[in-house]
């Protein structure tokens, strides 16, 4: 079965900082890889996924994520973070071929000072 | 404005009660998943329906059920309430029944936070 691992609980930036949230993945092939992001007292948004060739993957809001599979990675980046980018994000990961059910990791709370 | 609507937005039950969640997909999407978030086991997969039928069940308890109806909205019956179903419950709803295809994305509500005293 797969698992994810998402290593940070909290991070915290200044805005205009860069950003970095790591996520670690467990599966003997390459699975598909999905950040979200919920905002407080919101439902969870796609913000992007991976499924198979280019490994640096672009989303909304300016965010992307670069699959390294010798690392089993799937890191979160973004260059220059907003004080509105404050929130929850999820790194998820599903079983190419299967149901597609996604399975989360336990999430990184993303704190942004001005 | 992901187009997926729960309702209620909020619930506050007694233990032993039953209650309902209700949940209606984006135009045009035959599936339905359900999810629950909690501080203990965070976000877990309980149940996905296409078009009406059960197609994946996750970390569903046995007092839990769900059903998808003709018009494709679904609900989520809680049952024997106990005070660990308190809980932010997700509806999610996507295009197709998963597998393959890679434009099945998850577009999720925003969900209905139960509180059971």
Redesign the interface.
Known sequence: AQSVTQPDIHITVSEGASLELRCNYSYGATPYLFWYVQSPGQGLQLLLKYFSGDTLVQGIKGFEAEFKRSQSSFNLRKPSVHWSDAAEYFCAVATPGGSYIPTFGRGTSLIVHP | D?G?TQTPKHLITATGQRVTLRCSPRSGDLSV?WYQQSLDQ????LI?YYNGEE??K?NILERFSAQQFPDLHSELNLSSLELGDSALY?C?S?SGQ?????T????????TRLTVL
């Open positions: 992901s997926v998943y965070g976000l877990q997969f996905q197609r994946a996750g997700f999610a996507a998963g597998g393959l295809s890679s099945d994305t998850q577009y999720f509500g925003p969900g």
